[in-house]
């Protein structure tokens, strides 16, 4: 089964990690290191297997998309950093947590 857009995909499909760095990099178009410089600063943590490999999630991908969207706007990491973090609070007074 393909997923579209207009295909719902539940908050288990979504957080589930699946998907390796080199396929990371190809479905976001976006560089390794950069995506390793954004985990070394705290931006996202990708889920890791016991030998370390590195394994992301559809929710992983959206974020590496913000996250590099907001830096090609010139917001710098420290202020990417806030911006997450003021979404992930206004979201949870949204849903009352």
């Given at each position: 089964m393909s997923v579209t857009q207009d295909t719902p995909i539940n908050l288990e499909e979504r957080?589930?990690?699946k998907y390796t760095m080199a396929v990371t990099v190809m479905i976001t178009g976006i560089?390794?290191?950069k995506i390793r410089k954004f985990e070394a600063f705290g931006l996202c943590k990708p889920t890791r297997t016991?030998?370390?490999q590195r394994l992301y999630s559809?929710?992983?991908i959206e974020?590496?998309?913000k996250i590099s969207l907001l830096e090609k706007?010139?917001?710098n990491l420290y202020g990417i950093k806030?911006?997450?973090t003021?979404?992930?609070s206004k979201y949870n007074r949204k849903k009352g947590g």
């Open positions: 957080t589930l990690a560089a390794a290191h016991r030998s370390g559809d929710s992983d974020l590496i998309h706007d010139h917001v806030i911006i997450l003021m979404q992930t």
